[in-house]
């Protein structure tokens, strides 16, 4: 079974300027997530989704972090403009039935100068 | 509110070593699931163990180990005769039972993790 996919793996960008990354979740899994993982930090919630709805972006900073998931399957997390301290690993998750398991893609490393 | 501390920020030992890292969680919630990931160099977080609220039974997996405390709010992982592949940054997740729409558990609240470096 395939798992968590994303991309890029790594971005460079200065800032005030935009980037968007991509999540395609394990092929069934209704809920994705999308954490940011700030360096010496663990992951922190940005936004959940079940299926194409919002469950929970009360920490996304919704002035510059826009996030969608439509046709409920592949997600795309933006942000503009980007500031210096969004600098960080942007990880995303999916998880399938009831009770199960949250499963981590490898993460796009982000770095704004 | 949630939280979770794990107070060990790096951990160095030399291989055959067992390692214990510590895990200590606040939450009001009586029913909840915690959790081990382990976190390579190459950056994916591994999943290792979810344990619910209401099993409080010890697990053995091999070279790894947990023992799951309610009285003390700790769930700590122990590593037997550590190996260097076992280096890497584990981080420590506690999360509510239900997130009230999707009928499965909530966000995941992590610990700011423990790095642990195997020497051989």
């Known amino acids: 079974e395939a798992g968590v996919a994303q991309s890029p793996r790594y971005k460079i960008i200065e800032k005030r300027q935009s980037v968007a990354f991509w999540c395609n979740p394990i092929?069934?899994?209704?809920?994705l997530y999308w954490y940011q993982q700030i360096l010496g930090q663990g992951p922190k919630l940005l936004i959940q989704?079940?299926?194409?709805?919002?469950?929970?972006d009360s920490q996304l900073p919704k002035d510059r972090f826009s996030a969608e998931r439509l046709k409920g399957v592949d997600s795309t997390l933006k942000i503009q403009p980007a500031k210096l301290e969004d600098s960080a690993v942007y990880l995303c998750a999916s998880r399938g039935a009831v009770q199960e398991t949250q499963y981590f893609g490898p993460g796009t490393r982000l770095l704004v100068l | 509110a949630q939280k979770v501390t794990q107070a060990q920020t790096e951990i160095s030992v030399v291989e055959k070593e067992d390692v214990t890292l510590d895990c200590v969680y606040e939450?009001?919630?009586?029913?909840?699931?915690l959790f081990w990931y382990k976190q390579p160099p190459s950056g994916e977080l591994v999943f290792l163990i979810r344990r619910n609220s209401f099993d409080e039974q010890n697990e053995i997996s091999g070279r790894y180990s947990w023992n799951f405390q309610k009285s003390t709010s700790s769930f700590n992982f122990t590593i037997t005769a550590s190996q260097v592949v076992d280096s890497a940054v584990y981080f420590c997740?506690?999360?509510?039972?239900?997130?009230?729409?999707?009928?499965?558990?909530?966000?995941?609240?992590f610990g700011a993790g423990t790095r642990l470096a195997v020497h051989p």
């Open positions: 997740a506690l999360s509510e039972a239900d997130d009230g729409v999707s009928g499965g558990y909530n966000k995941l609240i």
């Open positions: 939450t009001r919630d009586t029913t909840y699931y």
């Open positions: 092929s069934g899994h209704a809920t």
């Open positions: 989704f079940q299926n194409n709805g919002v469950v929970d």
